[in-house]
């Protein structure tokens, strides 16, 4: 499992993981990412609504969802799982954000069956840059190569303040209350004449957590700047080399090309997904892939990682 920082995790849950159709073990391409109690929607393949029901994340907690691109086994579960969301009586607004097309794809579903839903919906498309701020976590996209136009997506937490040093405050005399939080705020203070910074007890701000999630893909550097000193690297692993023709053909990625993406990116893990339904035993891949870049992990359906 991934390092974790006490309660502050990132809870990161594969919702499907095979790519093209689905097998007896795994669903189409789905994830969610749980942050600070808010569920992230990456994704959105067929199925996804039962793998919701079956893992540890409540749709009804799904603050925004993003799609990649608009190939079917990335999308064909998303006008189910917005209209069972308004038959479950949901009232808050839901954001979906994704490529050119998404809009008109979803209002024409949304006419033809001439579904009304109950809640706000918002249907942003979007291209690259930052594309959301959602409080506490921005997510920025992307272009990825892949044969229709598809986004990659970074996940990017705000930093953290510095750690409060409470034993040197109180060596320096500081009295518990107020003049805690306004050191911790960055604020230097005085007491009885003597100033005393706040870098004297507030240790350096703490670089946010970065998950970036690309498929489908082939390795490009848009891949590699999205995920430049990423956390974690979820990345398309289709195929094995044996099949790099192939993968070359249909814009994806192999395992050792997924790696070779982590590796020029600097990322802490990489965590390969979107397996070609061939590969009942992903072992291989996961071999492959760590010849190039040794912190590789599979994912796997309702498999979790915290971050």
């Not at 808050?92 to 001439?114: C, H, K, M, N, Q």
């Not at 942003?124 to 990825?144: P, Q, T």
């Not at 953290?160 to 034993?167: A, K, V």
Request: aromatic fraction near 6%; charge should be negative; hydrophobic fraction near 40%.
């Amino acid at each position: 499992m991934i390092h974790t920082r006490g309660v502050d995790q990132i809870r990161v849950v594969f919702l499907g993981t095979s790519g093209g159709s689905p097998s007896s073990e795994r669903n189409l391409a789905s994830l969610a990412v749980v942050f600070d109690g808010r569920v992230i929607l990456l994704d959105c393949g067929e199925g996804t609504q039962y793998r919701l029901l079956q893992g540890p994340v409540s749709s009804g907690r799904i603050e925004a969802i993003f799609i990649t691109h608009l190939h079917g086994d990335h999308l064909y579960g998303l006008p189910g799982l917005l209209a069972t969301l308004g038959l479950n009586g949901r009232t808050d607004p839901l954001a979906v954000f994704g490529p050119a097309g998404i809009e008109p794809y979803l209002r024409g579903i949304f006419e033809t069956s001439r579904l009304r839903l109950r809640y706000d919906l918002s249907i942003r498309e979007c291209g690259e840059g930052e594309i959301a701020d959602l409080g506490g976590l921005r997510v920025v996209a992307a272009r990825l190569e892949h044969s229709v136009e598809c986004l990659g997506f970074a996940l990017v937490e705000d930093d953290h303040p510095g750690r409060f040093d409470l034993e040197r405050a109180r060596s320096l005399g500081i009295p518990a209350g107020p003049l805690y939080g306004r050191l911790q705020r960055g604020e230097d203070v005085e007491i009885d004449g003597r100033p005393i910074r706040s870098s004297e007890v507030v240790g350096p701000r703490r670089r946010g957590r970065r998950i970036v999630y690309c498929t489908d893909t082939r390795p490009c550097d848009g891949a590699v700047g999205l995920a430049r000193e990423a956390d974690v690297l979820i990345h398309e692993a289709t195929f094995g080399s044996d099949m790099a023709a192939e993968a070359r053909e249909r814009f994806h990625s192999t395992a050792a090309e997924a790696a070779e993406v982590a590796r020029r990116a600097a990322a802490g893990r990489l965590i390969i997904t979107h397996f070609s339904p061939r590969y009942r035993d992903v072992t291989p891949l996961v071999e492959e892939a760590r010849g190039v870049f040794p912190a590789t992990e599979a994912a796997a359906d309702l498999t979790e990682f915290a971050v």
